[in-house]
């Protein structure tokens, strides 16, 4: 659905973006993250048709985003993190005016607005003016005006911005519930976000591409570094658990005081690691106090990515 390859943008001496390719397939939710400045906005801004890139190819719905941009932008609805809104209109009169452009009319017209102020939590301010609304009230009249044409591709640049909790968590759902009729590319700094609702994640730094995979093989790289901690009484020499099989690695934390050790322990096969280590650790008389599995979050995973990529470009 969107397809994106080798996209560069500069500003000046400045590249924004650096050969940047990826694809959403058809029906996906896809998080799209990055640092700020990392060139996300930049690169939604180019496939909205805002902005032209210096180089590369973006196609939408198999329309080329640069030479036949009014066809793509039929297309998609696209949500910009600072919604352009005319403040001195009220809510209706501003869908009113934006279906009209869209070419919406007539019972339609009337039945799409009705849909995205119930869908989008504005019924109960219709027609008030936008200029007096909060700004997670008005972030929500930009999501309703990316809605109103019911494009099959919705491109949303910090769509929670602004919002409180409840209304974060509300637009969660919905984000959920429009990724089974809509292509969507999501940004957000949000990760728990990502974990709610989308199925795959491009992460982007320093105007390139870091990771792009599905959110279940994030996920794996999240167990495969997962860590067994454990809390062992004793004075001995903790450097003894590294003997035991598929053992990888293990980090010591002595608490003299307390005469305990702090094991941080990986290995090849974690879910048969527990067993083994309590065992071990009777066998060889140490008291065994605490042991928990620890696995890295999506932010944990995040800051590794953007952290290796900025030490492999310095």
Known sequence: MIH??????YYGDYPAVQEVSFDVAAGQVVGFLGPNGA???????????????TSGTATIAGHDVFWDSVEVRRKIGYMPESCPLYKEMRVNEYLHFRAGIKGIYGSQRRQR???????????????????????????RVGLADALLANPPVLILDEPTAGLDPAQIRSTRGLIRELGQQHTILLSTHILSEVEAACDSV????????????????LKARAGARAQLVVVVGGTGDANIFRTLPGV?????????????????????????????????ATDNEWRLLEMRVER????????QITKKEAAAVV
């Open 4 to 9: 994106v390859s080798q996209l560069t943008k």
């Open 296 to 303: 890295p979050t999506l932010e944990d995973l995040f800051v």
């Open 202 to 217: 491009i992460i982007i730094h320093r105007g390139r591409v870091a990771v792009s995979c599905s959110l279940d093989d």
């Open 248 to 280: 990888l690695d293990v980090r010591i934390r002595s608490h003299a005081a307390a005469e305990t050790q702090e094991l941080r322990i990986t290995a090849d096969d974690m879910n048969s690691l527990a067993p083994l280590v309590s065992q071990f």
């Open 113 to 139: 607005i009705g849909y995205v102020l119930d869908r989008c939590w504005l019924s109960d301010v219709d027609r008030q003016i936008i200029g007096t609304l909060s700004k997670g009230y008005r972030q």
């Open 39 to 53: 060139g996300k906005s930049t690169t939604m801004r180019i496939l909205a048709g805002f902005i032209t890139a």
